[in-house]
């Protein structure tokens, strides 16, 4: 150990050079590490006690390789070596960027948060005897909410004994999705029975926007 000399006439030990500070000349570049993604996958050298794997990927040739095979042919290309299937014999590996994969991640998570917080949601209710006039009224209304871009939750409310008419609610809601074919789908169908609720979820379709129910002269 080398020895630098110190204030007092004295010497104390030269301290050794940080692993990052060594000559890097002949070693590839900085493999990721999964601090952040932990409990997501594992990733180059944290992936243990596999003597083979399952790889695939971009330009390789996929097959069944020794994890030492594995790693260095995504040493080669500069890439991570990722277990994307843990459960599979063997495991299934992938040669990857991996920051750039949890940076897409990350960015699909944030725009599927960010619509799902713009998306509004109206409700409108029938009753299982619901007379023409207010079917019309709330259709209406339902076309309006899909043409400005809300989901409509529309529902049949059963009141005590009603819920023996459950086969007039089911036809009712058919007929509502059939009227807003033009301006939404149902996200399912069909509808989900909850307690004393018939609930039909319709989700606006692309291009209904502002759309005109006067027919084309």
């Known amino acids: ?27 590839q570049r900085p493999a990721a590490t999964n601090n952040n993604n932990k409990d ?12 083979e794997v399952r790889l695939v990927g971009d330009n390789v040739e996929m097959g069944i390789y020794t994890i030492q095979e594995a790693m260095s042919i995504a040493e080669e290309q500069e890439l991570d070596l990722v277990e994307i299937s843990p ?20 960015k699909k998570a944030k725009e599927a948060k960010a619509n799902s917080a713009k998306m509004v949601v109206k409700e409108i209710r029938f009753g299982p005897q619901t007379d023409d006039h207010d079917y019309e009224f709330k259709l209406r209304h339902a076309k309006e909410f899909l043409q400005e871009g809300s989901k409509v939750k529309a529902y ?25 074919e033009n301006y939404g789908k149902p996200d399912s169908f069909p509808p ?21 129910d006067k027919p084309a002269e």
Not at 40 to 51: L, M, S
Not at 88 to 99: E, F, L, S
Not at 192 to 204: A, C, F, N, T, W
Request: overall charge positive; charged content about 20%.
């Open 156 to 180: 049949v409310f059963f009141k005590g004994r009603q819920i023996v008419f459950k086969d007039q609610g089911l036809t009712l809601l058919a007929r509502f999705a059939n009227d807003l």
């Open 1 to 27: 150990m080398a020895f630098t000399p110190h204030g007092n006439g004295g010497y104390r030990p030269k301290p050794s050079p940080a692993p990052n500070q060594q000559n890097n000349k002949g070693q």
């Open 40 to 51: 997501q996958h594992r990733i180059n050298e944290a992936i243990r006690g596999v003597k």
């Open 192 to 212: 989900v029975l909850e307690g004393k609720r018939m609930i039909l979820m319709m989700s606006p379709k692309s291009g209904s926007s502002k759309k005109s």
């Open 87 to 106: 459960t599979a014999v063997p495991p299934v590996c992938k040669v990857m960027d991996y920051q750039k994969f949890c940076y897409q991640q990350k």
